[in-house]
């Protein structure tokens, strides 16, 4: 485990995933999409009829998953048990079923390896909400991303307008400041900066202009 890290946290909507993985491919980086295996975990319980908090079994599902992330003609898609769940783990109510079996504390155990495998030469972008607390505490930088609930809630509306799906402003501002609640409540790996993160407010900037904020920082370090 030796291979740089780049741990960008903070809450949902904040442009982490699209940040991440710009960065990821501009500097030719592994990128660990860390939400994707709470999502996945959910997905998984759903289908195997395990109830999202009977904490041992869900956190067993997590510790086995058979899981694939494939890049194909750039598009990335993931692979649950053979079957393609790229779109169904991206949907609001999945977001929110991941939330409830992230607040456990045996999942977040069982997902923990699985987590530090993707720390890899040349580098690692991590995305997440505990990458810089507890997953990679040594990362060489750690930010923390952040944008005003109302701004983030507009920026899924847009995204989910783009894909061709209804949805409305205030149920998706409802949506995320719950989600935000529970994440920064729960007891174990709370959302909260580390103390060495940088937090960077992006309700006023581009994505290009946070990439480049973040990349100059990172030169800055090495
Ligand atoms: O980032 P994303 O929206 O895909 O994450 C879904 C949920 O997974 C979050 O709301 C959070 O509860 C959980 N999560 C987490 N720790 C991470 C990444 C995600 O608890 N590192």
């Known amino acids: 485990a030796c291979a740089a890290v780049l741990a960008i946290d903070g809450p949902g909507g904040a442009g982490k995933g699209t940040v991440s993985r710009l960065i990821a491919e501009r500097l030719g980086w592994h990128l660990l999409d860390s939400g994707a295996l709470y999502r996945l975990t959910a ?15 869900v956190a067993r599902l997590a510790g086995s998953l ?23 783990i991206r949907t609001e ?23 530090r495998d993707f720390q890899k030469p040349p580098g690692l972008v991590a995305d997440g909400r505990d990458m810089g607390t507890v997953v990679f505490p040594g990362a060489a930088l750690k930010i ?9 809630a507009r920026r899924r509306l ?5 894909a061709g799906v209804d949805a409305s402003l205030p149920s998706l501002l409802k949506e995320i400041q719950a989600r935000d609640a529970r994440d920064m409540q729960r007891a174990v790996a709370p959302l909260k900066p580390a103390d060495d993160a940088i937090e960077l407010d992006t309700t006023e900037l581009s994505i290009p202009d946070v990439v480049d904020h ?3 920082l990172l030169e800055d370090r090495s």
Do not use: N, W, Y
């Not at 494939?70 to 079957?83: H, M, Q």
């Not at 847009?158 to 783009?162: T, Y």
């Open 158 to 162: 847009l995204q989910l307008q783009e």
């Open 66 to 88: 058979d899981v694939a992330f494939l890049a194909e003609d750039g598009a990335a898609r993931v692979v649950l048990e053979g079957e393609d769940v790229s779109a169904a």
């Open 214 to 216: 973040i990349q100059r």
């Open 43 to 57: 997905q998984a319980a759903l289908k195997h009829g395990i109830a999202l908090d009977d904490e041992p079994a």
């Open 93 to 115: 109510a999945m977001g929110e079923c991941a939330s409830r079996v992230a607040a456990l504390a045996a999942v977040r155990q069982a997902l923990l390896a699985r987590q």
């Open 144 to 152: 923390f991303l952040t944008a005003s609930a109302e701004e983030r």
